[in-house]
């Protein structure tokens, strides 16, 4: 899984040097980050439903009328889909928090699902609503420490720009 030390050990690794100085500042400041990212990733699991279900409510109050291929008359299924999708948004940007980089999201959420979307005809845009909504919806200190909000926020507007 990519983070900032594996990123470092292996940059250094494939140019056949030890990292250098400003490869470990780079990690000792994701380090330093550390406690915001894990105070970000703890409030988010302890409201991971509140979260989903009001960027889910947004997303739906902006497009009521799609339906799984994107057309008037939405479904069912579709916002079932829909709700599932934004709830595995934020578990991958909780577990980006955790590890201290975008591997998870990368790996799990963005590989592949521009060709997916594509492929099934499927609209972006409530996705990137729902996430515009959750970033726009954190506030600090209500949710979280100014700190953490920003680490949060920064692998929000990640996944936003991915499904942009």
Known sequence: MKSVVTTVIAAADAAGRFPSTSDLESVQGSIQRAAARLEAAEKLGANLENVAKEAYDACIKKYPYLNDAGE???TPVFKEKCARDIKHYLRLIQYCLVVGGTGPLDEWGIAGQREVYRALSL????????????????CAPRDMSAQALV??????DYAINSLS
């Open 123 to 138: 609209p972006t845009a409530p996705y990137v609503e729902a996430l515009s909504y959750a970033r726009n919806r954190g």
């Open 151 to 156: 680490e949060y926020n920064a692998l929000l």
């Open 72 to 74: 008037a008359n939405s």
